[in-house]
């Protein structure tokens, strides 16, 4: 029978060093501290981004189904299935036929997303168009994007504040 011999240096490859631990950890916090801040500004405009398109999404539902539907079809705020009543729509967003006060579609409010309209309600005519045109405010934090409307229904989207 053979004898298996391991020498000290064999035993020492099988691990790490405490000095390469300490290193690595170092490393680690250095890119965690880096990284973080950056990060923080990627949610806030993922949020910012998400509300402005939600609030742009309704207001193309609204408009199509003003036209489909040959009636007036509003956005408003949600205030627990209705139109809340109010400018701010952070609890979410509904698109309301006017005549029968049906819910089209129901969005939720974004998290920490600030949504206030200069109306309590947009509403579209028959032909898609609106009385006068409406600008609707999204904001995160400090973060503020401006969703503007022309007469003709269309809406766009601004950075910063209306």
């Not at 952070?90 to 698109?95: D, M, S, Y």
């Amino acid at each position: 029978m053979k004898a298996i011999r391991i020498s000290h240096t064999d035993a020492r490859e099988q691990g790490f060093t405490l000095v390469e631990v300490m290193v690595t950890v170092v490393v680690l916090a250095i890119l965690l501290t880096v990284a973080i801040p950056g990060f923080d500004n990627f949610i806030r405009n993922s949020r910012l981004q998400g509300a402005t398109q939600d609030v742009r999404a309704a207001l193309a539902l609204a408009r199509s189904e003003a036209v489909r539907l040959r009636q007036s079809v509003s956005v408003c705020g949600d205030g627990g299935g209705a139109c809340s009543g109010g400018t701010g729509w952070n609890a979410g967003l509904l698109v309301v036929v006017d005549a029968s006060n049906e819910v089209v579609r129901r969005w939720d409010g974004v998290a920490n997303a600030a949504v206030t309209s200069s109306v309590a309600r947009l509403s579209f005519d028959s032909t898609g168009s609106l009385s006068t045109a409406q600008s609707i405010q999204v904001a995160v934090d400090t973060e503020q994007r401006c969703v503007r409307l022309r007469i003709s229904g269309q809406s766009f989207a601004d950075e910063g504040g209306c």
